[in-house]
């Protein structure tokens, strides 16, 4: 069992930052594939970014260039540094965890709007 919880999201005008934070609730960050989803209002859940536990990153084509995954393994923190947010970012922002099956945080919103 593992908890996720995520924090970080808010409000930001368009061209703003944000950075997610992920908490686990033991030592997995460096060891399992992580990754960032999003789901907006009427749409299915997607990837945003994912790393594996050798640090391999990969990015939903919207976001590249505009988002970076990376992680804190002393913290067992997952992050998200979100740069030039627009409006079709906006999303409740899950993160998980792969260990056989998937978990999940209970998400965090994120709205861009001005």
């Known amino acids: 069992q593992v908890q996720l919880v995520e924090s970080g999201g808010g409000l930001v005008q368009p061209g703003g930052s944000l950075r997610l934070s992920c908490v686990a609730s033991r030592g997995i960050v460096n060891i399992y594939t992580m990754g960032w989803y999003r789901q907006a209002p009427g749409k299915q859940r997607a990837l945003v970014a994912g790393?594996?536990?050798?640090?391999?990153?990969n990015y939903a084509d919207s976001v590249k260039g505009r988002f970076t995954i990376s992680r804190d393994n002393a913290k067992n923190t997952l992050y998200l540094q979100m740069n030039n947010l627009k409006p079709e970012d906006t999303a409740i922002y899950y993160c998980?965890?792969?260990?056989?099956?998937?978990?999940w945080g209970q998400g965090t919103q994120v709205t861009v709007s001005s």
């Open positions: 998980n965890a792969k260990i056989g099956i998937n978990y």
């Open positions: 790393i594996t536990g050798g640090g391999t990153t």
